[in-house]
Protein backbone atom coordinates (compact mmCIF):
# COMPACT_ATOMS: atom_id res chain seq x y z
CA UNK A 1 0.00 0.00 0.00
CA UNK A 2 3.05 2.09 0.90
CA UNK A 3 3.31 3.66 -3.03
CA UNK A 4 -0.18 4.43 -2.85
CA UNK A 5 0.29 6.41 0.07
CA UNK A 6 2.79 8.26 -1.05
CA UNK A 7 0.42 8.98 -4.04
CA UNK A 8 -2.08 10.19 -2.10
CA UNK A 9 -0.19 12.12 -0.06
CA UNK A 10 1.34 14.24 -2.79
CA UNK A 11 -2.34 14.79 -4.28
CA UNK A 12 -3.49 16.13 -1.15
CA UNK A 13 0.07 18.50 -0.45
CA UNK A 14 -0.57 19.48 -4.53
CA UNK A 15 -4.37 20.42 -3.74
CA UNK A 16 -4.74 21.68 -0.28
CA UNK A 17 -8.31 23.85 -1.62
CA UNK A 18 -11.59 22.42 -3.08
CA UNK A 19 -9.88 19.58 -5.42
CA UNK A 20 -10.91 17.15 -7.53
CA UNK A 21 -7.34 15.58 -6.87
CA UNK A 22 -6.34 12.54 -9.13
CA UNK A 23 -5.89 9.14 -8.80
CA UNK A 24 -3.28 6.81 -7.15
CA UNK A 25 -0.95 5.84 -9.87
CA UNK A 26 2.90 5.80 -9.40
CA UNK A 27 3.19 9.25 -10.82
CA UNK A 28 -0.37 10.73 -9.88
CA UNK A 29 -1.04 10.50 -13.81
CA UNK A 30 -4.59 11.86 -14.29
CA UNK A 31 -4.94 9.67 -17.35
CA UNK A 32 -4.64 6.78 -14.75
CA UNK A 33 -7.38 7.71 -13.07
CA UNK A 34 -10.12 7.91 -15.56
CA UNK A 35 -11.79 4.93 -16.29
CA UNK A 36 -14.54 6.28 -17.46
CA UNK A 37 -13.31 7.17 -20.98
CA UNK A 38 -16.20 6.73 -23.58
CA UNK A 39 -18.25 6.41 -20.27
CA UNK A 40 -17.41 2.61 -21.01
CA UNK A 41 -15.45 0.79 -17.80
CA UNK A 42 -14.29 -2.52 -17.65
CA UNK A 43 -16.96 -5.23 -16.68
CA UNK A 44 -16.15 -7.79 -13.77
CA UNK A 45 -16.53 -10.91 -14.93
CA UNK A 46 -15.54 -13.25 -11.76
CA UNK A 47 -18.21 -14.55 -9.65
CA UNK A 48 -16.85 -16.16 -7.44
CA UNK A 49 -17.89 -15.17 -3.59
CA UNK A 50 -15.14 -14.00 -1.33
CA UNK A 51 -14.74 -15.84 2.20
CA UNK A 52 -14.59 -12.78 4.48
CA UNK A 53 -12.79 -13.19 7.88
CA UNK A 54 -15.02 -12.91 10.62
CA UNK A 55 -15.88 -9.07 12.03
CA UNK A 56 -13.76 -8.51 14.86
CA UNK A 57 -14.25 -4.68 15.19
CA UNK A 58 -16.07 -3.03 18.40
CA UNK A 59 -16.64 0.32 16.50
CA UNK A 60 -17.61 1.05 13.18
CA UNK A 61 -16.16 4.41 11.49
CA UNK A 62 -18.09 6.09 8.76
CA UNK A 63 -16.52 8.93 7.29
CA UNK A 64 -19.01 11.96 5.22
CA UNK A 65 -19.72 15.26 4.67
CA UNK A 66 -23.42 15.68 5.85
CA UNK A 67 -26.18 13.66 7.62
CA UNK A 68 -27.84 13.02 4.08
CA UNK A 69 -26.24 8.98 4.82
CA UNK A 70 -27.11 8.79 8.71
CA UNK A 71 -30.58 10.04 8.15
CA UNK A 72 -30.67 6.41 5.74
CA UNK A 73 -29.48 4.10 7.46
CA UNK A 74 -31.27 5.31 11.06
CA UNK A 75 -34.61 5.26 9.48
CA UNK A 76 -33.98 2.41 6.76
CA UNK A 77 -31.63 -0.34 7.99
CA UNK A 78 -33.35 -2.55 10.52
CA UNK A 79 -30.44 -2.91 12.70
CA UNK A 80 -29.64 0.44 14.10
CA UNK A 81 -30.19 1.95 16.45
CA UNK A 82 -29.23 6.26 17.35
CA UNK A 83 -27.65 6.94 20.51
CA UNK A 84 -26.98 10.63 19.50
CA UNK A 85 -26.43 13.13 16.68
CA UNK A 86 -22.56 11.21 16.41
CA UNK A 87 -22.95 7.61 17.42
CA UNK A 88 -25.39 4.36 16.99
CA UNK A 89 -25.51 0.75 17.52
CA UNK A 90 -26.12 -1.55 15.34
CA UNK A 91 -26.06 -5.20 17.45
CA UNK A 92 -23.04 -4.89 19.86
CA UNK A 93 -20.99 -2.63 17.48
CA UNK A 94 -20.80 0.81 18.08
CA UNK A 95 -21.50 3.21 15.43
CA UNK A 96 -19.16 6.25 14.95
CA UNK A 97 -20.03 9.35 12.80
CA UNK A 98 -17.14 11.18 11.45
CA UNK A 99 -19.04 13.89 9.63
CA UNK A 100 -16.67 16.66 8.72
CA UNK A 101 -18.47 19.30 6.01
CA UNK A 102 -16.96 19.87 2.95
CA UNK A 103 -16.83 23.47 2.81
CA UNK A 104 -12.72 24.65 1.95
CA UNK A 105 -12.08 20.93 1.05
CA UNK A 106 -12.40 20.11 5.11
CA UNK A 107 -13.87 16.52 4.37
CA UNK A 108 -11.80 15.56 1.81
CA UNK A 109 -8.36 16.76 3.88
CA UNK A 110 -9.87 14.82 6.89
CA UNK A 111 -10.60 11.36 4.88
CA UNK A 112 -7.17 11.60 3.28
CA UNK A 113 -5.56 12.46 6.72
CA UNK A 114 -7.24 9.06 8.27
CA UNK A 115 -6.53 7.03 5.35
CA UNK A 116 -2.97 7.98 5.40
CA UNK A 117 -2.94 6.91 9.12
CA UNK A 118 -5.15 3.79 8.31
CA UNK A 119 -2.40 1.20 8.47
CA UNK A 120 -0.94 1.88 11.87
CA UNK A 121 -4.62 2.93 13.26
CA UNK A 122 -5.76 1.23 16.43
CA UNK A 123 -8.60 -1.16 15.50
CA UNK A 124 -11.18 1.34 17.21
CA UNK A 125 -9.92 4.22 15.07
CA UNK A 126 -9.61 1.99 11.53
CA UNK A 127 -12.46 4.06 9.16
CA UNK A 128 -14.73 0.78 7.61
CA UNK A 129 -16.77 2.93 5.61
CA UNK A 130 -16.54 6.46 3.60
CA UNK A 131 -18.43 8.27 1.39
CA UNK A 132 -17.57 10.02 -1.97
CA UNK A 133 -19.24 12.00 -4.47
CA UNK A 134 -19.06 12.32 -8.51
CA UNK A 135 -16.81 15.27 -8.56
CA UNK A 136 -13.41 13.86 -6.66
CA UNK A 137 -14.65 10.27 -6.71
CA UNK A 138 -11.96 9.06 -9.04
CA UNK A 139 -9.06 10.62 -6.55
CA UNK A 140 -10.08 7.63 -3.99
CA UNK A 141 -11.19 4.90 -6.49
CA UNK A 142 -8.16 4.51 -8.10
CA UNK A 143 -6.26 3.76 -4.68
CA UNK A 144 -5.32 1.03 -2.73
CA UNK A 145 -7.17 3.02 -0.31
CA UNK A 146 -10.90 2.00 -1.66
CA UNK A 147 -11.58 -1.85 -1.44
CA UNK A 148 -13.07 -3.70 -4.72
CA UNK A 149 -16.34 -4.76 -3.70
CA UNK A 150 -15.69 -8.07 -5.03
CA UNK A 151 -13.43 -8.56 -2.61
CA UNK A 152 -15.95 -8.34 0.02
CA UNK A 153 -17.94 -11.14 -1.70
CA UNK A 154 -20.62 -8.51 -3.38
CA UNK A 155 -21.24 -9.75 -6.79
CA UNK A 156 -22.16 -8.66 -10.52
CA UNK A 157 -25.19 -10.01 -10.17
CA UNK A 158 -26.36 -8.47 -6.56
CA UNK A 159 -25.49 -4.89 -8.65
CA UNK A 160 -27.42 -6.11 -11.98
CA UNK A 161 -30.45 -3.86 -11.49
CA UNK A 162 -28.43 -0.65 -10.76
CA UNK A 163 -27.95 1.99 -13.37
CA UNK A 164 -24.07 1.24 -15.37
CA UNK A 165 -23.59 5.31 -15.20
CA UNK A 166 -23.31 4.90 -10.96
CA UNK A 167 -20.74 1.95 -11.47
CA UNK A 168 -18.57 3.43 -13.97
CA UNK A 169 -18.31 6.57 -12.21
CA UNK A 170 -16.44 4.20 -9.10
CA UNK A 171 -14.94 1.83 -11.41
CA UNK A 172 -10.78 2.12 -11.47
CA UNK A 173 -8.29 1.99 -14.00
CA UNK A 174 -8.05 -1.53 -13.83
CA UNK A 175 -11.89 -2.62 -14.02
CA UNK A 176 -12.28 -3.22 -10.53
CA UNK A 177 -15.61 -1.74 -8.99
CA UNK A 178 -15.06 0.03 -5.52
CA UNK A 179 -18.21 1.82 -4.52
CA UNK A 180 -21.96 1.64 -5.28
CA UNK A 181 -25.16 4.24 -4.73
CA UNK A 182 -28.69 4.08 -3.10
CA UNK A 183 -29.00 6.90 -6.19
CA UNK A 184 -29.51 7.53 -9.61
CA UNK A 185 -28.95 11.25 -9.69
CA UNK A 186 -30.85 12.49 -13.42
CA UNK A 187 -31.86 15.91 -13.10
CA UNK A 188 -34.42 18.75 -14.04
CA UNK A 189 -36.10 21.69 -14.32
CA UNK A 190 -38.02 22.56 -11.01
CA UNK A 191 -40.48 25.70 -11.47
CA UNK A 192 -42.75 27.54 -9.50
CA UNK A 193 -46.21 26.40 -10.56
CA UNK A 194 -48.38 29.70 -9.70
CA UNK A 195 -45.41 31.84 -11.30
CA UNK A 196 -45.76 29.75 -14.35
CA UNK A 197 -49.79 29.78 -14.74
CA UNK A 198 -49.21 33.43 -14.31
CA UNK A 199 -46.54 34.26 -16.69
CA UNK A 200 -47.27 30.72 -18.98
CA UNK A 201 -51.15 30.57 -18.78
CA UNK A 202 -50.51 27.23 -17.40
CA UNK A 203 -48.55 25.14 -14.74
CA UNK A 204 -49.15 22.08 -17.36
CA UNK A 205 -45.04 20.36 -17.13
CA UNK A 206 -46.00 19.44 -20.95
CA UNK A 207 -46.33 22.80 -21.49
CA UNK A 208 -43.65 24.55 -19.33
CA UNK A 209 -41.40 21.44 -20.64
CA UNK A 210 -41.88 23.40 -24.51
CA UNK A 211 -41.56 26.73 -23.09
CA UNK A 212 -37.71 25.57 -21.92
CA UNK A 213 -37.36 22.99 -24.59
CA UNK A 214 -33.82 24.20 -25.77
CA UNK A 215 -31.83 26.91 -24.60
CA UNK A 216 -33.50 29.71 -27.29
CA UNK A 217 -36.90 28.74 -26.27
CA UNK A 218 -35.35 28.86 -22.58
CA UNK A 219 -34.05 32.32 -22.86
CA UNK A 220 -36.88 33.87 -24.81
CA UNK A 221 -38.81 32.47 -21.49
CA UNK A 222 -36.13 34.13 -19.33
CA UNK A 223 -37.20 37.00 -20.40
CA UNK A 224 -40.68 36.62 -20.33
CA UNK A 225 -40.30 35.99 -16.84
CA UNK A 226 -38.35 39.38 -15.91
CA UNK A 227 -40.76 41.28 -18.02
CA UNK A 228 -43.39 39.74 -15.27
CA UNK A 229 -40.72 41.15 -12.09
CA UNK A 230 -39.43 37.90 -11.56
CA UNK A 231 -35.83 36.07 -11.84
CA UNK A 232 -35.75 33.04 -13.89
CA UNK A 233 -32.51 31.98 -11.37
CA UNK A 234 -28.75 31.82 -10.60
CA UNK A 235 -26.47 31.33 -13.33
CA UNK A 236 -24.93 28.75 -11.11
CA UNK A 237 -28.19 26.88 -10.99
CA UNK A 238 -27.67 26.16 -15.26
CA UNK A 239 -24.05 25.13 -15.02
CA UNK A 240 -23.99 21.87 -14.48
CA UNK A 241 -26.84 21.31 -17.25
CA UNK A 242 -24.03 22.83 -19.79
CA UNK A 243 -20.99 21.60 -18.04
CA UNK A 244 -22.81 18.06 -17.98
CA UNK A 245 -23.25 18.00 -22.02
CA UNK A 246 -20.07 19.08 -23.06
CA UNK A 247 -18.15 17.57 -26.25
CA UNK A 248 -15.07 17.29 -24.49
CA UNK A 249 -13.33 16.49 -21.00
CA UNK A 250 -11.62 19.65 -18.95
CA UNK A 251 -7.96 18.52 -19.07
CA UNK A 252 -6.88 17.00 -22.21
CA UNK A 253 -3.25 16.36 -22.52
CA UNK A 254 -2.72 18.28 -19.47
CA UNK A 255 -3.89 21.44 -20.89
CA UNK A 256 -6.90 22.74 -19.50
CA UNK A 257 -9.55 23.02 -22.63
CA UNK A 258 -12.51 25.77 -22.43
CA UNK A 259 -15.44 23.65 -24.04
CA UNK A 260 -17.66 25.18 -26.72
CA UNK A 261 -20.95 24.40 -24.47
CA UNK A 262 -18.94 26.10 -21.51
CA UNK A 263 -18.52 29.48 -23.47
CA UNK A 264 -21.89 28.91 -24.47
CA UNK A 265 -22.71 29.19 -20.62
CA UNK A 266 -20.55 32.09 -20.41
CA UNK A 267 -22.35 34.19 -22.87
CA UNK A 268 -26.02 32.67 -22.30
CA UNK A 269 -25.54 34.06 -18.55
CA UNK A 270 -23.93 37.46 -19.34
CA UNK A 271 -27.30 38.33 -21.44
CA UNK A 272 -29.80 37.21 -19.02
CA UNK A 273 -27.67 38.72 -15.96
CA UNK A 274 -27.91 41.71 -18.33
CA UNK A 275 -31.68 41.57 -19.13
CA UNK A 276 -31.80 40.98 -15.31
CA UNK A 277 -33.54 37.55 -15.81
CA UNK A 278 -31.00 35.69 -13.79
CA UNK A 279 -28.60 36.87 -10.66
CA UNK A 280 -24.78 35.64 -10.04
CA UNK A 281 -25.89 34.28 -6.43
CA UNK A 282 -24.19 31.56 -4.63
CA UNK A 283 -25.09 28.07 -4.72
CA UNK A 284 -26.87 27.49 -1.10
CA UNK A 285 -26.12 31.40 0.19
CA UNK A 286 -29.19 33.31 1.89
CA UNK A 287 -29.71 34.85 -1.52
CA UNK A 288 -29.80 31.90 -3.83
CA UNK A 289 -32.07 30.42 -1.19
CA UNK A 290 -34.80 32.91 -0.97
CA UNK A 291 -36.69 31.64 -4.38
CA UNK A 292 -37.86 28.84 -1.61
CA UNK A 293 -40.80 31.10 -0.95
CA UNK A 294 -43.49 32.70 -3.24
CA UNK A 295 -41.83 35.89 -1.89
CA UNK A 296 -38.47 35.40 -3.43
CA UNK A 297 -40.13 35.90 -6.86
CA UNK A 298 -37.88 33.49 -8.64
CA UNK A 299 -39.39 31.16 -11.26
CA UNK A 300 -37.10 28.08 -11.41
CA UNK A 301 -34.21 25.81 -9.41
CA UNK A 302 -32.44 23.21 -11.64
CA UNK A 303 -31.49 20.04 -9.58
CA UNK A 304 -32.04 16.02 -9.22
CA UNK A 305 -34.32 14.33 -6.60
CA UNK A 306 -31.81 14.70 -4.12
CA UNK A 307 -32.94 18.80 -4.66
CA UNK A 308 -36.45 18.03 -3.40
CA UNK A 309 -35.45 16.68 0.03
CA UNK A 310 -32.72 18.76 1.38
CA UNK A 311 -33.17 22.16 -0.63
CA UNK A 312 -36.22 23.35 -1.04
CA UNK A 313 -37.61 22.56 2.67
CA UNK A 314 -40.86 21.13 2.50
CA UNK A 315 -41.33 20.53 5.95
CA UNK A 316 -41.45 24.63 6.43
CA UNK A 317 -44.52 26.33 6.96
CA UNK A 318 -44.66 29.07 3.89
CA UNK A 319 -42.66 27.69 1.83
CA UNK A 320 -43.56 26.76 -1.95
CA UNK A 321 -42.75 22.94 -1.28
CA UNK A 322 -44.91 23.01 1.74
CA UNK A 323 -47.77 24.45 -0.57
CA UNK A 324 -47.06 21.57 -2.89
CA UNK A 325 -46.52 24.86 -5.17
CA UNK A 326 -43.42 23.03 -7.41
CA UNK A 327 -43.59 21.75 -10.94
CA UNK A 328 -40.80 19.40 -12.72
CA UNK A 329 -40.21 18.71 -16.23
CA UNK A 330 -36.50 18.13 -18.01
CA UNK A 331 -35.82 21.37 -18.91
CA UNK A 332 -33.34 22.30 -22.02
CA UNK A 333 -31.05 19.34 -22.12
CA UNK A 334 -30.60 15.89 -19.89
CA UNK A 335 -28.27 15.95 -17.42
CA UNK A 336 -27.12 14.86 -14.19
CA UNK A 337 -25.64 16.11 -10.83
CA UNK A 338 -24.13 14.61 -8.13
CA UNK A 339 -24.78 11.47 -6.11
CA UNK A 340 -22.86 9.49 -2.66
CA UNK A 341 -21.22 6.46 -2.95
CA UNK A 342 -20.22 4.36 -0.61
CA UNK A 343 -16.79 2.48 -0.53
CA UNK A 344 -15.17 0.30 1.73
CA UNK A 345 -11.98 1.02 3.70
CA UNK A 346 -9.12 -1.31 3.25
CA UNK A 347 -8.19 -2.53 6.23
CA UNK A 348 -11.73 -2.24 7.67
CA UNK A 349 -12.25 -4.74 10.67
CA UNK A 350 -15.69 -5.04 10.01
CA UNK A 351 -15.72 -6.27 6.06
CA UNK A 352 -18.96 -8.50 6.96
CA UNK A 353 -21.11 -5.53 8.17
CA UNK A 354 -19.67 -3.15 5.14
CA UNK A 355 -20.98 -5.92 2.89
CA UNK A 356 -24.59 -6.00 4.40
CA UNK A 357 -24.91 -2.14 4.58
CA UNK A 358 -23.65 -1.50 1.23
CA UNK A 359 -26.46 -4.49 -0.27
CA UNK A 360 -28.92 -3.12 1.79
CA UNK A 361 -28.98 0.51 1.03
CA UNK A 362 -27.63 -0.04 -2.52
CA UNK A 363 -29.41 -3.28 -3.85
CA UNK A 364 -32.33 -4.45 -1.49
CA UNK A 365 -35.53 -2.95 -3.49
CA UNK A 366 -37.97 -2.92 -0.77
CA UNK A 367 -35.63 -0.45 1.15
CA UNK A 368 -34.74 1.51 -2.00
CA UNK A 369 -38.41 2.02 -2.38
CA UNK A 370 -39.03 2.93 1.29
CA UNK A 371 -36.21 5.87 0.51
CA UNK A 372 -37.64 6.80 -2.48
CA UNK A 373 -41.22 7.33 -0.84
CA UNK A 374 -39.86 8.89 2.93
CA UNK A 375 -37.43 10.89 1.66
CA UNK A 376 -38.22 12.38 -2.43
CA UNK A 377 -35.02 10.41 -3.69
CA UNK A 378 -34.53 8.90 -7.26
CA UNK A 379 -33.03 5.38 -6.04
CA UNK A 380 -30.66 3.86 -7.73
CA UNK A 381 -32.59 0.19 -9.19
CA UNK A 382 -34.35 0.70 -12.62
CA UNK A 383 -37.25 -1.81 -11.32
CA UNK A 384 -38.27 0.26 -8.30
CA UNK A 385 -37.84 3.78 -10.89
CA UNK A 386 -40.25 1.80 -13.02
CA UNK A 387 -42.62 0.86 -10.45
CA UNK A 388 -42.69 4.45 -8.98
CA UNK A 389 -43.45 6.04 -12.66
CA UNK A 390 -46.24 3.33 -13.49
CA UNK A 391 -48.80 4.16 -10.98
CA UNK A 392 -49.64 7.09 -7.70
CA UNK A 393 -46.61 5.57 -5.50
CA UNK A 394 -44.21 7.88 -6.94
CA UNK A 395 -46.61 11.20 -6.78
CA UNK A 396 -44.86 13.84 -4.86
CA UNK A 397 -46.83 15.87 -2.45
CA UNK A 398 -44.18 19.20 -2.92
CA UNK A 399 -44.76 18.64 -6.59
CA UNK A 400 -48.39 19.04 -6.27
CA UNK A 401 -48.98 15.56 -6.92
CA UNK A 402 -47.25 15.42 -9.92
CA UNK A 403 -45.11 11.71 -10.27
CA UNK A 404 -41.87 13.06 -11.51
CA UNK A 405 -40.05 9.40 -11.88
CA UNK A 406 -41.01 8.77 -15.51
CA UNK A 407 -38.76 11.55 -16.49
CA UNK A 408 -35.65 10.67 -13.53
CA UNK A 409 -35.61 7.05 -14.78
CA UNK A 410 -35.66 8.00 -18.66
CA UNK A 411 -32.49 10.63 -17.54
CA UNK A 412 -31.10 8.37 -15.76
CA UNK A 413 -31.03 6.34 -18.96
CA UNK A 414 -29.26 8.82 -20.52
CA UNK A 415 -26.90 9.31 -18.43
CA UNK A 416 -22.85 10.31 -20.30
CA UNK A 417 -19.69 9.81 -18.24
CA UNK A 418 -17.55 10.00 -21.23
CA UNK A 419 -16.52 13.70 -20.46
CA UNK A 420 -15.44 12.75 -16.66
CA UNK A 421 -12.00 13.83 -15.66
CA UNK A 422 -10.51 13.89 -12.15
CA UNK A 423 -10.25 17.97 -12.22
CA UNK A 424 -14.10 18.72 -12.32
CA UNK A 425 -14.90 19.82 -9.48
CA UNK A 426 -11.67 22.47 -9.82
CA UNK A 427 -12.00 23.46 -12.53
CA UNK A 428 -16.39 23.63 -12.33
CA UNK A 429 -15.82 25.63 -9.10
CA UNK A 430 -12.51 28.07 -10.42
CA UNK A 431 -14.80 28.70 -13.34
CA UNK A 432 -17.72 29.86 -11.70
CA UNK A 433 -16.02 32.42 -8.89
CA UNK A 434 -13.43 33.98 -12.12
CA UNK A 435 -17.08 34.53 -14.39
CA UNK A 436 -18.88 36.24 -11.42
CA UNK A 437 -16.41 38.75 -12.16
CA UNK A 438 -17.41 39.20 -15.64
CA UNK A 439 -21.17 38.60 -15.24
CA UNK A 440 -21.32 41.52 -12.59
CA UNK A 441 -19.12 44.14 -14.81
CA UNK A 442 -15.86 43.56 -12.24
CA UNK A 443 -14.15 42.02 -15.66
CA UNK A 444 -14.05 41.56 -19.11
CA UNK A 445 -14.55 37.89 -20.47
CA UNK A 446 -11.19 37.48 -21.42
CA UNK A 447 -9.51 38.61 -17.87
CA UNK A 448 -12.29 36.43 -15.93
CA UNK A 449 -11.24 33.52 -18.32
CA UNK A 450 -7.10 34.16 -17.42
CA UNK A 451 -8.41 34.43 -13.99
CA UNK A 452 -9.87 30.51 -14.15
CA UNK A 453 -7.06 29.55 -15.59
CA UNK A 454 -4.44 30.72 -13.49
CA UNK A 455 -6.51 29.51 -10.48
CA UNK A 456 -6.51 25.89 -11.92
CA UNK A 457 -2.95 26.08 -12.99
CA UNK A 458 -2.50 27.21 -9.50
CA UNK A 459 -4.30 23.97 -8.08
CA UNK A 460 -2.90 21.79 -10.66
CA UNK A 461 0.71 23.17 -10.98
CA UNK A 462 1.14 19.85 -13.50
CA UNK A 463 -1.52 21.25 -15.93
CA UNK A 464 -0.67 24.00 -18.15
CA UNK A 465 -3.44 26.83 -19.70
CA UNK A 466 -5.08 26.16 -23.31
Not at 144 to 161: E, H, K, Q, R, V
Not at 169 to 193: E, H, P
Request: glycine share 8%.
Amino acid sequence: MKRKIVSLLAIATMTATMFAGCGGSDTASTDSAAPAEGGEATETTEETVAELPEDTGKVFNIYCWNEEFKSRLTDHYADYTEVDATHGKIGDVDVVWNITPSTDNAYQNNLDEALLAQESASADDKIDLFLVEADYALKYVDTDFAMPLSDLGITDADLADQYKYTQDIVTDSNGKLKGASWQACSAGFIYNREAAKEILGTDDPDEVQAAVADWDKYNETAKKVADAGYTMCSVNDTFRVYSNNVSGKWVQDDKVVIDKNIEKWIDDSKALVDAKAEDTDDLWGDDWAKGKTPAGKVFCYFGPAWFFNFCLDADQDGTIANQGGWGYCVGPQSYYWGGTWLCAATGTDNANLVKDIILTMTTDKAVLKEIAQKDADCVNSKTVLKELASDESGNLDLLGGQNPYPQLAEGAEKVDLSNISAYDQGCNEELQKAMKNYFLGKATKDEALDMFKKAVVEKYPNLTAE
